[in-house]
């Protein structure tokens, strides 16, 4: 799963990495060190000339058919059975986002019985792109978007069983062209980062998701 991560890079980092027009460069984000499920996040989609743009939305997909906000558990989507649940499907095949990022949180039980939380990053913090599906839904006004989930590659796996899938640049734009064929999706989902990442202990400030404070390092990378 991923329930947690972070957005600290400058937003001219962010867009450089997706190739965002000049119009996106005024933009003003704050860094932020803790983003948990409901809040809004920004994520990258295409326009109709295939432009990538910005757009917010709340991190927790509401399909665009639902009468109501769902009640489960919707901020994450699993590679497995997003071409076939009902929740996903439509916005696997036609809604397609990058959500940046460049850290994001798992837990593991501490010797106290306690709840320790991990900093995953790529080397010297560098920034990344989680794939999701975004969706708007006209009747709630709402537009949302999901992170997909897989089993967790090294050294992710030596904490939790499941991990967000970090797509790597060369496969942006086919992941976001609608025209993209259904059949070649779970094959760009493959190329996603692996053997990378870098792990460490932080403080368990972050396991309360009021908390937007920086959290402070507890051991050395893994």
């Avoid at 649940?85 to 990022?101: E, K, N, Q, T, V």
């Avoid at 939790?160 to 779970?186: A, C, Y």
Wanted: aromatic content about 10%; some cysteine; glycine content about 6%.
């Amino acid at each position: 799963m991923c329930g947690r991560f972070t957005q600290m890079m400058s937003w001219r980092e962010l867009v450089a990495l997706y190739r965002l027009t000049d119009k996106y460069l005024i933009r003003n984000t704050e860094a932020r060190y803790n983003i948990a499920p409901t809040q809004t996040v920004p994520f990258i989609r295409v326009d109709g000339d295939g432009n990538h743009v910005v757009e917010d939305g709340r991190w927790w997909l509401v399909p665009h058919w639902a009468k109501e906000i769902p009640k489960a558990a919707m901020f994450n989507a699993r590679i497995e059975t997003i071409d076939r649940s009902p929740a996903f499907r439509d916005a696997f095949r036609m809604r397609r986002c990058l959500i940046p990022a460049d850290g994001f949180y798992e837990w593991t039980k501490g010797d106290d019985g306690g709840k320790d939380p991990w900093l995953i990053q790529m080397p010297g913090g560098a920034p990344y792109a989680f794939a999701g599906l975004w969706a708007h839904n006209t009747t709630l006004d709402v537009t949302s978007c999901t992170i997909i989930t897989a089993p967790s590659i090294t050294p992710i796996s030596r904490i939790h069983d499941r991990m967000p899938i970090i797509l790597q640049p060369d496969v942006f734009d086919g992941w976001l062209n609608s025209n993209t064929p259904k059949e070649n999706l779970k094959g760009i989902l493959a190329h996603h980062l692996d053997g990378q990442m870098r792990m460490r202990r932080v403080s368990r400030e972050v396991n309360k998701a009021t908390y937007s404070g920086r959290p402070e390092p507890i051991v050395n990378s893994l």
